[in-house]
């Protein structure tokens, strides 16, 4: 207990170490070796320690009990996880901490039918404004099963960090600044990585900047793990300035020191956000922009980067960001360096030839039962048709095949796949005929990989930022007949796809004609309407005039200009 105290925890482990062997053991030694191991990020040590100290501990367990699952979640053994959580539930009704760790298991677990229920009953506690239900889902799990925008806004839950206040934005819009004659922007991520879904959008933008008026600075504070898995960006990027090593102070100050102008945040409310960071004032514009598909409450920026589908008019109650709207489409995709590999034969992918192949490669957190009640329906109006899902672990593939086979789907229609590395995942999509989105969160990358590989998105018309994303893609690619007005009418075209393979082949043919010709794929085009957004900014800021809403006018249209 003195070496815990004193901080000296691989001290105490070691001290404790010959006690735990022992039979009888104290119970607080047990937890003291349970709270130094989490201490030192010895994750499975700690969850270990923390299910022994459970049994000893029996009114504590609950608490116990949730500690050791949120471990074990966090060790990705999530079957484990939701064991300890139901134990603990058992006991004794969770805590708002207890039920957010139980709400991402699930999900993550794809128990289908149990997240709509809970969905349900949180729903109608947001609803009838029980604080508490405020603060249970963080923001970005919140946007997995709810698209009713004014209550997005209204939660409160920041897994980390501290919300800013309206003293700490006023005291930084009035820090003094200069303006050199270009522009200085500094993007803030920790997903620098060229097989990371963000940067594989954005590196494009990189390399199209106009390095005569802007000079930007790429600031990462990316993972280890996460870096390891780059290509080559990271050693050839020349501006590039890694923070992950430095405390939040320390952080700012590098990052104060080269004088931003615009700060973008390319973050909001996704894994390891640095949200104190941000929060201390690194420069005198902040934007949030393409990482999170709503707004990043707490998180201190100026300006939030749309577009008109995604933020159309009406929204900006429900924002604390001031609306930027690009002409076209929030999204930026790199045509520059993505590759287009020739498509990978069925049998190749353990396809059937003559059938019909419905694809889903979005993330498991965004399926949910009424989208797959929807394509069930799909499924037995196409009696040829199968779904292909990319799906890993025995979980969660289990919950899908006798969910579907719960509504009559032969789990012999069910192709479940696994990741697959970026230009093979390319290839592998061409041998489908229609992806089918989710809802309420779309496709984001997943949408604009389908259609980089000529394959049409069935999407749904969304009420909030994140069941809009596939919209803006669609409709910047001009192919706005994939998006359905209704739930019902997303079934009815997928199903009226799948039975005219003539009109199937003819929107396949479009889609590749216009990857070449239409804003969507232009990454060039993008990069100087988002110039323009940030020129704007600065002049109204030079002017002495706060953040205002405003629209980017678009540029004439120059045809095959995407390479």
Not at 349 to 367: C, Q, T, Y
Request: aromatic share 6%.
């Amino acid at each position: 207990m003195t070496a815990y105290r004193a901080g000296a925890l691989e001290e105490c482990l070691r001290l404790a170490a010959p006690l735990l062997r022992q039979p009888g053991i104290a119970p607080g030694v047990i937890l003291i070796a349970a709270q130094a191991s989490a201490k030192l990020k010895r994750d499975a040590d700690a969850a270990r320690f923390y299910e022994q100290a459970a049994a000893l501990h029996p009114r504590e367990a609950p608490l116990l009990l949730v500690m050791a699952g949120r471990l074990r979640f966090k060790l990705h053994q999530n079957d484990a996880a939701l064991d300890l959580l139901r134990r603990a539930e058992a006991l004794r009704a969770l805590d708002v901490e207890g039920l957010a760790t139980m709400r991402r298991v699930l999900r993550e677990q794809v128990a289908l039918e149990e997240c709509e229920a809970r969905d349900a009953a949180l729903r109608k506690d947001m609803l009838a404004g029980k604080p508490d239900a405020f603060i249970i889902d963080d923001p970005h799990e919140h946007l997995m099963w709810c698209d009713d925008e004014r209550l997005n806004a209204m939660v409160r839950r920041l897994p980390t960090g501290r919300a800013f206040t309206p003293e700490s934005r006023r005291n930084r819009r009035e820090m003094p600044h200069g303006f050199g004659p270009r522009i200085r922007i500094g993007y803030l991520s920790n997903d620098v990585s060229d097989q990371h879904p963000t940067m594989l959008l954005f590196r494009g933008v990189l390399a199209a900047h106009d390095a005569s008026r802007f000079d930007v600075t790429l600031f990462c504070h990316t993972d280890p793990d996460v870096a390891a898995t780059d290509q080559g960006f990271r050693q050839n990027y020349p501006h590039l300035v890694p923070i992950h090593h430095l405390s939040d102070e320390a952080a700012a100050h590098e990052i104060r020191n080269r004088n931003i102008d615009i700060l973008v945040d390319l973050k909001g409310h996704t894994k390891d956000v640095r949200v104190d960071l941000i929060n201390s004032g690194l420069a005198p514009i902040q934007v949030a922009w393409l990482g999170f598909p709503g707004s990043s409450y707490g998180i201190d920026c100026d300006y939030m980067i749309g577009d008109p589908v995604v933020l159309p008019d009406g929204v900006a109650p429900f924002y604390h960001e001031t609306i930027c709207r690009l002409p076209e489409c929030y999204q930026c995709n790199d045509a520059f360096t993505r590759p287009l590999p020739p498509a990978l034969s069925r049998p190749e992918l353990g396809l059937p030839d003559d059938a019909i192949i419905f694809a889903s490669f979005n993330g498991l957190r965004k399926l949910n039962a009424p989208t797959l009640r929807a394509w069930a329906r799909i499924l037995l109006a196409v009696p040829d048709g199968v779904l292909w899902m990319m799906c890993k672990g025995d979980t969660p593939r289990r919950n899908i095949t006798d969910f579907l086979a719960r509504h009559g789907v032969d789990p012999a229609r069910i192709i479940f796949t696994g990741r697959a590395g970026y230009a093979e995942h390319i290839a592998r999509l061409q041998a489908a005929d229609i992806a089918l989105d989710s809802y309420p969160y779309n496709g984001h990358t997943t949408t604009s990989d389908a259609l980089w590989a000529g394959l049409p998105v069935v999407a749904r018309k969304g009420r909030n930022f994140a069941s809009r994303v596939s919209e803006s893609l669609l409709k910047a690619l001009d192919v706005p007949e994939l998006v359905a007005e209704t739930p019902e009418a997303y079934e009815r075209l997928a199903i009226d796809l799948a039975h005219d393979r003539a009109r199937l082949a003819a929107l396949k043919a479009t889609i590749q004609s216009n990857r070449l010709t239409t804003p969507l794929f232009d990454t060039a085009r993008f990069t100087r309407h988002l110039e323009m957004a940030f020129e704007m900014m600065v002049e109204r800021k030079k002017s002495g005039l706060p953040p205002a809403p405003f629209d980017v006018p678009a540029l004439p249209v120059i045809r095959d200009a995407v390479r």
